[in-house]
């Protein structure tokens, strides 16, 4: 696990992002990794934003984790700043070697640096061992998440 280096992805991860994000049952059904532009796009504008910090799990040159910290200001908690973490994926030749865990870490360390009060983050219904992954990290599963496509 210490060759593994976790850092701010640039534009050239993409691809690698990309298929990690389309590598799984529910990600096959939503990711198109065979048209990038809207992946470029998207990237350039979370890479302009201070608030947002997609992260690349670097092996040899190869993107292996990703994830996606998103800080939100906000007025409730006397003005408390949430972080919120997203699209975590790990490969699956790392599955099971503690990189899920060490990625989440690393963004809650990212968390604490930034004076957050709070971080939180979403899982599927159908992920019960993402659920279970999250619990084992100390997360409680303590709200109702909606949502509503556009």
């Not at 590598?23 to 809207?38: C, Q, Y």
């Not at 997609?54 to 006397?78: H, I, W």
């Amino acid at each position: 696990m210490d060759e593994i280096t976790i850092r701010r992805a640039t534009a050239d991860d993409i691809p690698a992002i990309v298929a990690l994000l389309a590598d799984d049952e529910l990600g096959a059904t939503r990711e198109s990794p065979d048209d990038l532009r809207p992946y470029q796009a998207a990237f350039a504008e979370l890479d302009a934003d201070p608030h947002q910090l997609l992260v690349a799990a670097d092996r040899d040159g190869e993107v292996v984790g990703t994830a996606q910290l998103t800080y939100l200001p906000g007025l409730s908690r006397k003005g408390a700043t949430r972080a919120q973490i997203e699209a975590v994926r790990v490969s699956g030749t790392e599955r099971g070697s503690g990189l899920g865990s060490r990625l989440i870490e690393w963004c809650v360390d990212r968390a604490r640096e930034h004076h957050c009060a709070l971080v939180q983050l979403t899982s599927d219904v159908t992920r019960l061992d993402a659920h279970r992954f999250y619990e084992k990290l100390g997360f409680q599963a303590t709200h109702i998440g909606f949502k509503l496509p556009l």
